[in-house]
């Protein structure tokens, strides 16, 4: 088999060997005896270090293991590509972007360094060169995808003469704890050993504390160096308002009326709220929208404007990582709840990167969280359906389309399902889409990945609603071990005063009689959980929880209380609430004083009064819906075209053809008919991933079968 990609096309022709361990040959480049401050500027023509680089080089250069988590722009690449030039020999870096892989492999050339990359957008005969570059020793960067490590005698290819460092890019991924978690990253844990002793490591802008540790165990780097640094920004403040949908692009048109405000992001959930709250803005600034249903050439020209400063704002989606680099972001508002801590961080790190002061706006209300929820649902199917599917299954091969027809259950339902009972072992599914049995205990890591999910949303409300400094909340969130575990001193919370979307009022006759009864309560006990203080200073009263807890904020930002998080156990899950405590400013404090308090306007009518209404129940039999018109009927031979296209693109992977597009995927393509990337993107479930991999082969096969009959 072809170590390249899997084919039978003889042996790779081979140039002089290393026998053992790293090392250079014909071409490479020794190791550098100068030092590191030398070769920084000799190589990449900078002057100095950025904060932590230098330590974490040395760190690598000595060989060290070591798990880097620093945030996106602090300059994680040169934490391996000064080390493996330091070191000499070849640096075999694994990323999941190809774009990126390209634009690296780029970069490094400009800087006089021999680079190269394998992935599926290169011809076999690119990486066959590729591979003889990198065993005659004439590489000192070598970029390869996840899955080319699937390949049958891929790595004991690269075995034959071992990197002299592994870098692996986009770690959180291997982590089904990840925000990103990709299965083709399991394979680095079974097929990096035979590349050691080489040292790795790894990298990732965004890892809670679970998320490093699963990385470590992943990676088998059981020692490695901990360096998770950097997420404190010093000049971000950042600002949370409770306020209903319908008042959002009010609020936001009167933030961005502001000067000093622009230019600005404003994040929006769906790409018709995205058009919506443009056009709502165009009297107050010059603002265009941005996301994945915008023809490439439109997209390319509002980034354009937009870093040129002819546009003063952009609309995007949440979803769609826009890659814009501008330094002088003064405010990024979001105008609904992100679905993690870890999406929210990296957005609101597009504000400020000048230095300068820059505030990040957070409108939301309880209702974000159950959209989430709704759509948490349609990822995460009842276990009693994936159960449904697996018991159908046995240890002979079965078409996944007669078992679903065979369950009669709905398309995408019925592929959702079936890819994660092959993500987590259940079902083991080929290229040519046959399934059959897997292991039995696919439902306790399904439902642990799916109760995590879950956790990340409601870290996102427990933030949203907090209490306390919100920089500090984020910087304890990734674990920053060098952070010095201050207050920012620029929040809503911390500096509430400064706020430009918050706004204060003096608290009614029935706010004052409620904090009356807080303050009196506290002092007859330690301190109390936030939700036994609401029944005693409301009880049987219909002021809503939301203005209660609002209420509670204005008493902890005048130093009035203090609320801490605090958590117990209930049939092994972990509770999270509040627990107020008076300060000693507060046990002071007398009934004449409440009238001078601030209170906050915004949380009125968040959340509904009295009880929640309860959960929809969820049926365990999937509704079936026909699509009478689906790509298969309307194109039949238009969609076997493109099946056996995404069956051999599968094969050649060596992965489900799900994992390439899904049936209902497969099936818009034949009935939409797109011939150009801008119509691809207006195909339902196609983005910006699926276009550039995929897109010209898709088009091609599209506008043969057209030219064919005469469309």
């Given at each position: 088999?072809?170590?390249?990609h899997?084919?039978?096309?003889?042996?790779?022709?081979?140039?002089?060997?290393?026998a053992d361990?790293?090392?250079y040959?014909?071409?490479?480049?020794?190791p550098?005896?100068g030092s590191l401050e030398?070769?920084?500027e000799e190589?990449f023509?900078f002057s100095?270090?950025?904060p932590?680089?230098?330590?974490?080089c040395e760190?690598?250069i000595?060989?060290?293991?070591l798990l880097l988590?620093?945030?996106?722009g602090?300059?994680?690449?040169?934490?391996?590509?000064?080390p493996?030039?330091?070191r000499?020999?070849?640096?075999?870096?694994?990323?999941p972007?190809?774009?990126l892989?390209?634009?690296?492999t780029?970069?490094?050339?400009?800087?006089?360094?021999?680079a190269?990359?394998?992935h599926s957008?290169?011809?076999?005969?690119?990486s066959r060169?590729v591979?003889?570059?990198?065993?005659?020793?004439?590489?000192d960067f070598l970029?390869i995808a996840?899955?080319?490590l699937?390949?049958p005698?891929f790595?004991?290819?690269?075995a034959?003469?071992?990197?002299?460092?592994i870098?692996?890019d986009?770690a959180h991924?291997?982590?089904?704890w990840?925000?990103?978690?990709?299965p083709?990253?399991?394979?680095l844990?079974e097929?990096?050993?035979?590349?050691?002793?080489?040292?790795?490591?790894a990298?990732?802008?965004?890892a809670?504390p679970?998320?490093?540790k699963?990385?470590?165990?992943q990676?088998?780097?059981?020692?490695?160096?901990?360096?998770?640094h950097?997420?404190?920004?010093t000049?971000?403040a950042?600002?949370l308002v409770?306020?209903?949908?319908?008042?959002?692009t009010?609020?936001?048109s009167e933030?961005?009326?502001k000067?000093e405000?622009r230019p600005a992001?404003?994040y929006?959930p769906?790409?018709?709220?995205?058009?919506d709250?443009?056009?709502?803005?165009?009297?107050v600034?010059s603002?265009?929208?941005?996301?994945a249903?915008?023809?490439?050439?439109v997209?390319?020209?509002v980034q354009?404007?937009f870093?040129s400063?002819?546009?003063e704002?952009?609309v995007?989606?949440i979803?769609f990582?826009?890659g814009?680099d501008?330094?002088?972001?003064?405010?990024?508002?979001h105008?609904?709840?992100?679905?993690?801590?870890e999406?929210?961080y990296?957005?609101?790190?597009?504000?400020?990167?000048?230095?300068?002061l820059?505030?990040?706006?957070?409108l939301?209300?309880y209702g974000?969280?159950?959209?989430h929820?709704?759509f948490?649902?349609?990822?995460?199917p009842?276990?009693?359906?994936?159960?449904g599917i697996y018991?159908?299954?046995?240890?002979?091969?079965?078409?996944l389309?007669?078992?679903?027809?065979?369950l009669?259950?709905?398309?995408?339902?019925?592929?959702t399902?079936?890819?994660k009972l092959w993500i987590?072992g259940g079902a083991?599914?080929?290229?040519d889409?046959?399934?059959r049995r897997g292991g039995n205990?696919?439902?306790a890591?399904?439902?642990a990945?799916?109760?995590h999910?879950?956790?990340q949303?409601?870290?996102m409300?427990r933030f949203?609603?907090?209490?306390?400094c919100?920089m500090?909340?984020?910087v304890?969130?990734f674990?920053?071990?060098?952070d010095?575990?201050?207050p920012c001193g620029?929040?809503d919370?911390c500096?509430p005063?400064t706020?430009?979307?918050s706004l204060?009022r003096?608290?009614?006759r029935?706010?004052e009689?409620i904090?009356?009864?807080?303050?009196?309560?506290?002092?007859?006990g330690s301190?109390?959980g936030?939700g036994?203080?609401y029944s005693?200073?409301?009880p049987?009263?219909?002021?809503?929880r939301?203005?209660f807890e609002?209420?509670?904020r204005?008493?902890a930002?005048?130093?009035v209380?203090i609320l801490?998080?605090a958590?117990?156990?209930?049939?092994g899950?972990?509770?999270?609430?509040?627990?107020?405590e008076l300060t000693?400013?507060?046990?002071?404090?007398v009934?004449?004083?409440?009238p001078s308090?601030a209170v906050s306007?915004?949380?009125?009518g968040?959340?509904?009064?009295g009880?929640?209404p309860?959960?929809?129940?969820?049926t365990?039999t999937?509704?079936v819906i026909?699509?009478?018109?689906?790509?298969?009927?309307?194109?039949?031979?238009?969609y076997?075209?493109?099946?056996?296209?995404?069956?051999?693109m599968?094969r050649?992977?060596?992965?489900p053809?799900f994992?390439?597009?899904?049936?209902?995927?497969?099936?818009?393509l034949?009935?939409?008919l797109?011939t150009?990337d801008?119509?691809l993107?207006?195909v339902?479930?196609v983005g910006?991933?699926?276009?550039?991999r995929?897109?010209?082969?898709?088009?091609?096969?599209?506008k043969e079968?057209?030219e064919?009959?005469?469309?």
């Open positions: 088999m072809d170590p390249v899997g084919t039978d096309r003889g042996p790779v022709t081979v140039g002089r060997k290393q361990g790293a090392g040959g014909k071409g490479g480049r020794k550098h005896s030398s070769l920084l190589v023509h100095s270090f950025r932590f680089q230098q330590n974490v760190s690598v000595r060989g060290q293991d988590v620093m945030p996106t602090s300059g994680k690449s040169l934490c391996y590509q000064l493996g030039i330091a000499g020999g070849t640096t075999l870096v694994v990323s972007l190809i774009a892989m390209e634009d690296q780029a970069g490094l050339e400009q800087q006089g360094l021999k190269a990359r394998i957008g290169r011809t076999s005969i690119a060169q591979c003889r570059e990198y065993l005659d020793g004439n590489l970029f996840p899955e080319r699937a390949v005698g790595s004991e290819m690269l034959r003469r071992k990197p002299i460092l870098a692996i986009e991924c291997i982590s089904q990840g925000h990103d978690f990709r083709d990253y399991r394979l844990g097929r990096l050993p035979v590349l050691r002793p080489s040292p790795i490591i990298m990732t802008a965004t809670t679970r998320v490093q699963d990385i470590i165990r990676l088998g780097m059981d020692g490695a160096e901990m360096c998770i950097g997420f404190r920004r000049n971000i950042i600002e409770e306020l209903l949908p319908s008042e959002r009010r609020k936001v933030i961005l009326q000067k405000c992001i404003i929006a769906t790409r018709q709220k995205t058009e709250l443009a056009n709502e803005l165009g009297h600034l603002v265009a929208p941005y996301h249903g915008l023809s490439s050439e997209r390319d020209r354009t404007s870093l400063g002819e546009l704002g952009i995007a989606t979803a990582g826009m814009i501008k330094t002088d972001v003064r405010t990024v508002i105008t609904a709840l992100p679905g993690s801590l999406a929210y990296q957005e609101i790190g597009r504000a400020g990167r000048d230095g300068k820059s505030r990040a706006i957070l939301h209300s974000d969280r159950r959209v929820q709704f948490h649902e349609k990822s995460y009842p276990e009693d359906t994936l159960n018991n159908r299954l046995t240890e002979k091969r079965r078409p389309e007669g078992l679903r027809d065979e009669n259950m709905e398309e995408e339902t019925f592929d399902a079936i890819e987590h083991l599914v080929d290229a889409e046959m399934a205990h696919w439902p890591t399904y439902r990945q799916s109760a999910r879950l956790s949303i409601d870290e409300s949203a609603g907090s209490f306390s919100r500090l909340s984020l304890r969130h674990g920053d071990r060098a010095h575990g201050r620029l929040c919370f500096a005063e706020c430009i979307a204060s003096k608290p009614d029935e706010e009689r904090i009356g009864k807080v303050i009196s309560a506290l002092r007859h301190g109390l936030t036994r203080l005693a200073a409301c049987g009263s219909a002021f809503a939301s203005d609002n209420l509670l204005s008493l930002r005048a130093d209380i801490r998080d958590t117990f156990e209930k049939d899950t972990p509770i999270h609430y509040k627990r107020a000693e400013k507060g046990s002071s404090f009934p004449e004083d409440i308090l306007s915004q949380g009125t968040q959340k509904p009064r009880k929640r309860s959960a929809v129940k969820r365990t999937p509704k026909r699509r009478s018109g689906s790509g298969a009927s309307e194109n039949p031979e238009l076997e075209n493109l099946r056996e296209w995404r069956m051999g599968a050649k992977r060596g992965i053809a994992r390439i597009f899904t049936n209902r995927v497969l099936g818009h034949a009935e939409d797109p150009s801008d119509e993107y207006m339902q479930g910006p991933y699926f276009v550039k995929y897109g010209k082969e898709i088009i091609r096969i599209i079968y057209m064919q009959r005469n469309v």
